[in-house]
Structure formats: C-alpha cells, structure tokens
C-alpha cells in the first residue's frame, strides 16, 4: 500500500528563519511527490517532483526529490508569519490514474 | 474558472441523519477526488473516479458512505446515517491528464454530526 510519512508534525520557528520539512514515501510505481500548502480552507499547490536530483524554486520556497532514498524536502528561507500553515505532501503512484496519496501534513508556526 | 465548487460549505446535522454533499469539478478535468480531513488523520482519500467511473473506493469507511459521478460537471457523496465520528472537512478535488499534473481543491465542506 502507498505511504506517505511527514516530519515533524508540527513546528515553530521565528521569523526570519530558515526551515526544512521532510517528506518519505513507499510507493508501487512512482510517478510524482507534490507538495501543498493549506491555510485555512483548501490545501493550494506548491511543487510537483519527478525527477531526482531537480531543484524547484518558488521565491522563498524551494523543494528536491531523491527517488533512490525514496524522500524530499521542502525548504523555506527567510520565513514570515504568512508561512504558517500545514504542508503536506503527496505521492502518485501505482496507477495511472492520477491517485494522491497524502502525508498527514507538518504544521508549521512562525512567530513574529 | 470558478475552480472546484463544493457546496454546503457547513452542515451541522443529527446523528442518524442523512447528509449529502456536492461537487462540481473544473470544466475539462477527468479526474475526481473525494478527501476527509481530521486532525488526528489528516488528510484521507476516499475515493476517486476517472471519466466518471469510480477507480478506487477502497478509502471508503463504511458502507453508510457512498459516491456518485453521475456527469463530467457532478458528483456526490453521501452518508447515510451520519455518525459523530463522521465530524470532518470534506474536499473534493480535480485534475486532468494521466499523471502528470496537480490536483485542484475545493474550498470543502465541513461536517458537523451532533
């Protein structure tokens, strides 16, 4: 069965500092990692990944997939307070059929 | 676009009730999530359909959950009867293509079974 595991769960930091979330996953047929940020209401995307090695970068937010240790991670530098929320990542595999299968997600607080 | 529409966006229900709730995907989109949200589960995929045929419903909890796709543009999930421990946000998400792209969320519905 797919499996996505986060770490850590939850996670405060000041502003103006540089955070790393980790993302593990157990999948069939990999064919993509997505990551998500979700506010209040729905969880809006960040990345998709396919490939090892490729760094994608989104202004503060940068991510990087290792499909041979079967992991990513997801930084953010120079953090704000509109950085809070949960990540959460998310595994394609197994069929064809665009199935997502997420991680429980990591909550993270930056405090002024 | 107008995105993926759920709707009700709050429904506060008794226990034993019947609770149906409502998604209209993006236009063009061939593919359809059904999600649970707790805290202490996270994020739960239900079940999915391709093209309107439903793929995978082995998230599906109980058999008082059920998922209809009976259009492109329409689908529902339905509880029947509702439980406390039914209590969560529901998101409906959508996408297109085989593989390769995002899934768009809807705003969800949060549930509420008293």
């Known amino acids: 069965e797919d499996k996505v595991v986060q770490s850590p769960l939850s996670l405060v930091v000041h502003e103006g500092d540089t955070v790393t979330l980790n993302c593990s996953y157990e999948?069939?047929?990999?064919?993509?990692l997505l990551w998500y940020k979700q506010e209040k209401k729905a969880p809006t995307f960040l990345f998709m990944l396919?490939?090892?090695?490729i760094e994608k970068k989104s202004g503060r937010l940068s991510s990087i997939l290792d499909k041979k240790e079967l992991f990513s991670i997801l930084n953010i530098t120079a953090t704000q307070t509109g950085d809070s929320a949960i990540y959460l990542c998310?595994?394609?595999?197994?069929?064809?059929?665009?199935?997502?299968?997420f991680g429980t997600g990591t909550r993270l607080l930056v405090s002024p | 676009d107008a995105g993926v529409i759920q709707s009700p966006r709050h429904e506060v229900t008794e226990m034993g009730q019947e609770v149906t709730l409502r998604c209209k995907p993006i236009?063009?989109?061939?593919?359809l999530f059904w999600y649970r949200q707790t805290m202490m589960r996270g994020l739960e995929l239900l079940i999915y359909f391709n093209n309107n045929v439903p793929i995978d419903d082995s998230g599906m909890p109980e058999d008082r959950f059920s998922a209809k796709m009976p259009n492109a543009s329409f689908s529902t999930l339905k509880i029947q009867p509702s439980e406390p421990r039914d209590s969560a946000v529901y998101f409906c998400?959508?996408?297109f293509g085989a593989g390769s792209t995002e899934a768009f969320f809807g705003q969800g519905t949060r549930l509420t079974v008293v």
């Open positions: 999948v069939t047929n990999f064919r993509s």
């Open positions: 998310a595994n394609r595999g197994n069929t064809g059929f665009q199935k997502l299968v």
């Open positions: 998400a959508s996408s």
């Open positions: 236009s063009g989109h061939n593919s």
């Open positions: 396919t490939s090892s090695g």
